[in-house]
């Protein structure tokens, strides 16, 4: 055997992340790593190029790559033109994985408007269900009968008010693991978006939980980024609790994510105002991303020392870039990865947050003194 070479057995111990020999044979023929040499005895023998090949792969498969796109993506060359080209193949790629990506909506739709039915719509919802396999649908009358069936089952919606909790328990997946208040967090966040694939993209910190009602008791000083956050806030059970709120953008015509990114770029004040906070306060980013990139840096840098994070900005590349880098922190946080996010979501989840730790008062009329 050649000095030097690995086995394909050496070959996936040494690449790791769960590679196995059928998957390295699985690349072969996918054209995604190049046929090795072969020994005497007809074994396949790799080398260092091959190892750091294949660790390319697996590290873009845990990025979401597929493997049409990685292999793309590994035969560019650093020429410009190429690049352009393997920018306008990817884009048409992007394109099709969120045609996919809507059909699936399609079909969670249909699903959801299934299971998602409570006790008062379960009556109809077993009509439809026994109904659903009589249908000739590759014709008109059938489609049409289609069409009567939903007409029916959302019928039902008229005669009750909509009882959310027994839609989630059958939509939301397993979260017996997590707290209740975990569950009662993410369950409002599902509501607040009406998207129950969020819950594979929420990540909280070991010890958000306990730091966020530790800080929340002792009345802590909450900060956000727009005045639009601030507004969504529950200001009754906040006050209860002695927590202020104050703005970082404290601009009322700052409105939009692109706004606020603009606006925290332009005027150095801003910036400085993030590196003043109250040691022990509460920081909750809806919409600027380089707000929260600025508060990762300072993190980093232990300038400022908030005992909780709640990041959760909107964007397509510097929001991601922003809530990986919180997630590196010796901090807790809770964000969502990815670009989803926004201001309601955010203020959801401290609102999900404070209402674990107090009722709301039945009488809200002091607040008129509290907001004078």
Known sequence: MNAGCLTIKELTDAVGGGMTPRMVRHYHQLGLIPQPMRSPSNYRLYTQKDVIRLQRIVALKQQGFQLNHIRHIL??????????????????????????????????????GLLGRDQ???????????????????????????????RGLDAEVHTHSEVFPESLQRLLPDLSERSEIEQHLISQLVLACGDVSLVSFVRLSRNAIAASRQCLKSGCEIIVDIPAVAATLDQTRLINLGCRVTTLIDNSHITTAAEAEESFWQNQQWRDKLL???????????????????????????????????????????????????????VAFITIEGTLGGGLLAATALNALVESLIEKPDCHCYLKDAFR
């Open 75 to 112: 035969e560019v060359e650093p020429e410009a033109d190429t690049n352009n080209n393997l920018m306008v193949l990817l884009q048409q790629q992007y394109r099709a994985v969120m045609q996919q990506i809507s059909q699936l909506r399609q079909t969670a739709a249909a699903l959801e």
């Open 120 to 150: 008062h719509c379960q009556i109809m919802q077993a009509e439809v269900l026994a109904q659903l396999k009589l249908l000739e649908v590759d014709t008109q009358a059938g489609l049409g009968g289609l069409e009567k069936l939903w």
């Open 276 to 330: 003043q906070i109250t040691p022990g306060s509460l920081l909750v980013v809806g919409y600027a991303p380089s707000v929260l990139l600025t508060a990762c840096t300072a993190l980093e840098n232990q300038k400022i020392q908030p005992a909780l994070v709640i990041g959760m900005p909107i964007g397509f590349s510097h929001a991601p870039a922003a809530k990986r880098q919180l997630m590196q922190q010796d």
